[in-house]
């Protein structure tokens, strides 16, 4: 009784012989830094809330939420107006 041939698997290519696709990184749009530095701002607005809220009988502190809230809404107002409002979104993370 003879045995069956085996068959001896083809080598592979090696990874390193295989070379990636060489893509051009994604550059942000220019907005990007806007968009960042409003949402950092927002992200202030907010813990300063917090802050007031846990200070809550300290004189003022209500006052302090109100106005923080007003600014919150402005930006909410001007972010609905779309691409158009990016002057006004500089300006109001600047304030």
Do not use: C, F, Y
Not at 21 to 33: C, F, H, L, N, Y
Request: aromatic letters at 2%.
């Amino acid at each position: 009784m003879s045995t069956p041939p085996v068959a001896v698997p083809k080598p592979r290519a090696r990874a390193a012989a295989i070379e990636p696709k060489r893509v051009a990184p994604i550059t942000p749009p220019p907005s990007s830094d806007l968009d960042a530095r409003v949402t950092n701002r927002k992200q202030e607005l907010i813990a300063e809330i917090l802050e007031h809220k846990k200070n809550s009988s300290r004189a003022g502190a209500a006052e302090a939420i109100d106005r923080i809230k007003a600014r919150l809404l402005e930006l909410a107002s001007i972010v609905k107006e779309g691409p158009k409002a990016r002057g006004r979104l500089d300006e109001w993370v600047s304030r």
